[in-house]
């Protein structure tokens, strides 16, 4: 069962997965666009799914194995929304023997386009990496992620144009990257990016947004607001909890989703905060589950249910 959750006005809603989901396995990961989510399963099946239309398109696969160390996207042609595609690559953190001489790896770039339902396959050479725990966001057409270059400190944010398909560097971000901090990425109203990092030394949280992305270009970030408060929730106080999940409403406060351990250090609690410039308010407990490894760390998604459709092809055949 999927949970939709608006933690603004308290309304709760939920959608049973789709019979054929029930014998695919547990979702590895999801991608949301417009309303769509792209879903990859652990045995390595995928498909597209409006859980507001019950709509499913199982994509067929050239190669359905299982690969836990790929990204993956979804956007369109920024021409026409009619050409969404999907994308797949290898993400370099996990081949740094490729690049351990050169600070290069040219790994296989998998795209499909649901009009034609065709794959196409090529390499690319790539200098940078997405930044592990990283989640991936589509907005506008294309796909946004937190990377490092391979031979520099630098941390940027990459994009990958689904009309030119070519991965292309935007900005750097506006605070000094650690590990140990979280940052995060989502979208802000509509078009732009927002970021979300805490010091872990701290505890500081800063909200920062972009101007207007457009044709996949935004380079001025501003700083929406700063907390500092002895209260304020850790996001990410062990490394085996999920990461953190945001987006900011229309009074400029963050909804953030995250996990925290319980009292007993053996179950943790799935909470929704609302954090302003001048308040902070637990709003909901999702969950409770037991501590334990949870790859790929999500705690949950942003979601914004639509009336979009799946989109068809002649040939819909599932994989």
């Keep these: 069962m999927v949970k939709i959750i608006n933690p603004v006005v308290g309304a709760c809603s939920s959608f049973s997965l789709p019979n054929k ?31 507001c239309l019950n709509q499913v398109r199982w994509i067929f696969l050239l190669n359905p194995s299982f690969r836990g160390c790929s990204y993956y996207g979804i956007g369109y042609d920024g021409l026409s929304r009619d050409s969404y595609k999907i994308l797949r690559f ?38 940078w990496h997405v930044v592990l725990r990283c989640k991936g966001l589509s907005l506008k057409g294309n796909m946004y992620w937190i990377a490092k270059w391979n031979r520099k400190p630098d941390i940027f944010i990459q994009s990958f144009n689904f009309s030119t398909e070519t991965f292309e560097p935007l900005c750097s971000l506006p605070v000094r990257y650690d590990v140990h901090n979280v940052v995060a990425l989502s979208a802000f109203k509509g078009d732009n990016l927002s970021l979300l990092h805490q010091s872990k030394e701290t505890s500081k949280i800063d909200v920062w947004v972009t101007n207007k992305v457009k044709n996949g270009v935004s380079i001025l970030w501003t700083k929406l607001f700063s907390v500092t408060r002895p209260d304020l929730p850790v ?48 709003q909901d407990e999702i969950e409770q589950h037991q501590l334990g490894f949870s790859w790929p760390f999500i705690s949950g998604y942003t979601y914004l249910p639509s009336l979009v459709p799946v989109p068809s092809s002649e040939d819909n055949t599932p994989e």
């Design 21 to 51: 989901f029930q014998v695919k396995g547990e979702i590895y990961t999801m991608v949301p666009c417009d309303g769509l989510l792209l879903c990859i399963f652990e045995t390595g099946s995928m498909a597209v799914w409006n859980p």
């Design 90 to 127: 290898v993400n370099g953190v996990f081949t740094k023997n490729e690049y351990a001489n050169t600070g290069s790896y040219k790994p296989e770039v998998d795209i499909y386009e649901l009009k034609s339902n065709s794959w196409k396959t090529f390499k690319v050479s790539l200098d």
């Design 235 to 282: 996001l990410l106080a062990f490394e085996n909890l999920s990461y953190p999940v945001h987006f900011i409403d229309k009074n400029n406060r963050i909804v953030v989703c995250c996990e925290e351990v319980l009292a007993d250090k053996r179950n943790v609690a799935v909470n929704i905060y609302v954090i302003g410039e001048d308040e902070i308010k637990r």
